[in-house]
Structure formats: C-alpha cells, structure tokens
C-alpha cells in the first residue's frame, strides 16, 4: 500500500520558521499534486506538476512553494509558516490528466503543527 | 474556476436505509466526477467515480448519477450499515488539455449510521 508515501507523518514548526514536507511515489506517475485540508474542511489543491510543468492555483499564498527534482519526488516549502497553515498536507498522484480517464491516488498525509 | 456544491452537511440514517447526498458544480467543461470518503485522521479514499459520457455507476451497494445538463450529479448508499459512517466529499475535475487539472471538492457531508 505504500504507493504514495510522505514523510514526515507529523511535523511541528514554529511561527516563520521555514519547513518543507516531503512525497515520493512508486507508481512512475507524470502528475503530483498537494492538496491543504484543514480540519472539518474539503482539501484545497495547492498545484500541481504535470512532469516537470508547474500549475499553481491563482488562490496559493506565495507562502507556499513546491519543488519536483525528479518524477519521484515532490517537496511543500512553507517559507514562513503562520498560524492559519496548520493543516494536514496530502500529496496525490496520477499517471494523466484526471478527465483522460485516470484516477487519483492520496497519500497518508502530513499533519503540520505550528506553535 | 469549477465551483462545486454538496449537500447536506450532516445526514443520519438508520441502519439498513439508503443515503443520498448531492452536489452540484458550475463549469459545464467538467468532465470527471469523483466520491471519496474519509474517515477521521485518515486520507480520502475513492469509492466511486462517474465521467461526462455516462449517465449512472453501480458498484454493488454504491451508486453515482450523473446529469450533465443540470449540472449534477449525487451518491446513492443503499443498505447502509455502521461501517459506512464517514465524512463524503464530491468533487469535479477538468482536462484542460495541456495537463492536468486537480479536483475541486465540496464541503463535505457527515454520514451518520444509527444503529
């Protein structure tokens, strides 16, 4: 079951001080994503990589950045985390684009804590 | 940007008695329209998913319709037993051609399954 894996489960950061989350996945898909999901809310999708093509959302803060070294890597950078980011972060992939007859895959996500 | 609706927020149900939740979404380019259920803590988990060239999916006692020209679609939970207690997301996707677009949830209801 680990397709999608991210790391770390659980992380604790202070206010700005800068964090980044890690995904790796094991299914060669071309489409990353990470999606916010705050509590009792509906993840939010932040962006996306479609291979090494970056598709942010036009609502992202620009406090949130993401790096895709490789196809089996996808990294969140929150530069300077407040309050309000506190969240579990999900990482997702597809092998196409999800109207081309492809589905999604969630990982276990990461729950940030910022004190 | 697609916009989607999901209601109710909070349906119980007896044991046994079907479920219906529905959502509506705004951009009629949608093409692929996807139920996850998501139990506490854990990551949304597809259940189900529908795409524009079909009317209705059945997978034994879960079912998606879809209606393209009013813009809805709804999930159908027949003999609903307590395991099948969770929060539901609906949610739109669309291709937009040059990759991969993410999915847009609604807000989600909460089953409840009274025993």
């Known amino acids: 079951d680990a397709m999608v894996i991210q790391n770390p489960r659980y992380q604790v950061t202070q206010f700005g001080k800068p964090v980044t989350l890690s995904c790796s996945q094991t299914?060669?898909?071309?489409?990353m994503y990470w999606y916010q999901q705050k509590s009792s809310q509906a993840p939010k999708l932040l962006f996306h990589?479609?291979?090494?093509?970056?598709?942010n959302e036009a609502d992202t803060p620009d406090n949130f950045q993401s790096r895709r070294p490789n196809t089996s890597f996808c990294f969140l950078d929150i530069r300077s985390p407040g309050l309000g980011d506190a969240a579990m972060y999900l990482c997702?992939?597809?092998?196409?684009?999800?109207?081309?007859?492809?589905?999604?895959?969630f990982g276990p996500g990461t729950r940030l804590t910022v004190t | 940007g697609e916009n989607v609706e999901q209601h109710p927020s909070t349906l119980s149900v007896q044991e046994g008695d079907s479920a219906v939740i529905k959502c509506t979404y705004s951009?009629?380019?949608?093409?692929?329209f996807p139920w996850y259920k998501q139990e506490l803590g854990k990551r949304p988990q597809l259940i189900i998913d529908?795409?524009?060239?079909?009317g209705e999916k059945k997978d034994q006692r879960i079912a998606v319709t879809l209606n393209k020209t009013a813009k809805h679609f709804s999930l159908h939970i027949t003999e609903t037993q307590p395991e099948d207690s969770a929060v539901y997301f609906c949610?739109?996707?669309?291709?937009?051609?040059?990759?991969?677009?993410?999915?847009?949830f609604g807000k989600g209801t909460h089953l409840i399954i009274q025993p």
């Open positions: 997702a992939t597809s092998t196409e684009g999800l109207g081309r007859g492809h589905e999604q895959y």
């Open positions: 299914l060669n898909h071309n489409v």
């Open positions: 990589y479609y291979d090494k093509d970056f598709n």
């Open positions: 951009d009629s380019a949608s093409n692929y």
């Open positions: 529908i795409r524009s060239n079909v």
């Open positions: 949610a739109a996707s669309m291709y937009s051609g040059g990759g991969a677009d993410g999915l847009t």
